[in-house]
C-alpha cells in the first residue's frame, strides 16, 4: 500500500474542470419504482470487473433502481482523479446526469463509505441533497490508525484469493488509482452534513482484527448490525444487510 500511494504521484491525472469529461455512466444493478434509488459507491480496489455490489443489488430488483457509481481509473477511464475535489465533481456530475431531479439514497461500503460521505456534502453544495446516507461497515481512518496492518491488508484480499492470475485481471492504472484515491483521504475529516446518516456495522470480525473492531464513523446518530463479516455484509450475508437499509430507508419516509 505504501508503494502504490507513492507511484500513483505519476499516474495520469484531471482536475476539477476536467471532472465532467472523466465522470463515467454509473452501472445499472437492478431495477423499480420505489423510491428514493439507491446510489452505491465501491471501495477503491477493483473488484476484477465483477460490481462491487452485485451480492446486495439483487435483493432490491422489482423494489428500487440500484446505481453503482465507478471511480475513474479503476478498471474504466483513462486518468485517475487529481484530488478530492475532482473525485466528488465527477461523480457528482454522473449521479445527477443519471437520475436528473430524484432523489437517492446513496450508500458506501468500507473506504467507499469516504466517497459517499465527500459525494452527500458535494450533492448538498449543489442543491440537490440526497434523502439519506447508509455507510456499511465503514472505517474513518484517522491518523493514528492509517499504519495498522489490518486495515493496510484489507485490498490484498481479492489479489490473494485469486493469486497469480491476478496479475492478467488488471492494469497500471488500476492499481496506481488503489493508491491515489487512498492517498488523497488520508487525514480527512468527514464534513458536517445534515443528511440523515446511518452506519450499519458487521457483527463478526475477520480473522485478523484486533480486539477493537468494530467500525465506527464520527457523528452519526443512527446505527444498525447486520450479520456476517466486513466482506460477507454484502455476499453471503447481504439479505440482512439490505433488510437493515431497507427498514431505515421506509422510516426515514
Known sequence: MHLLVTASIGA?????????????????LAAGTRGPALVCVPGFASNLDRPWYAGLAPC?????????????????????????????????TAVRHQLSDRRCVLVGHSMGGTAAHALATRLSDLGAPPAGLVLIDSYHVTPDREAEPWLLSLPARIPLLVGESFDTMVDDLTLLSLGAYTRMFRGWQPEHTEVPTLLVRASEPLADMPREWRSSWPGVRDMAGTAGTHLSVLEEDAATTAKVVRDWIEALA
Open 60 to 92: 432490491f430488483e422489482g423494489e428500487r433502481d440500484v446505481f453503482e457509481v465507478r471511480h475513474p481509473g479503476i478498471d474504466d477511464g483513462d486518468a485517475v482523479a487529481r484530488d478530492r475535489e475532482s473525485l466528488t465533481e465527477a461523480q457528482a
Open 12 to 28: 495520469p491525472a484531471f482536475g476539477p474542470e476536467e471532472a465532467a469529461r472523466h465522470a463515467l455512466p454509473p452501472l445499472r
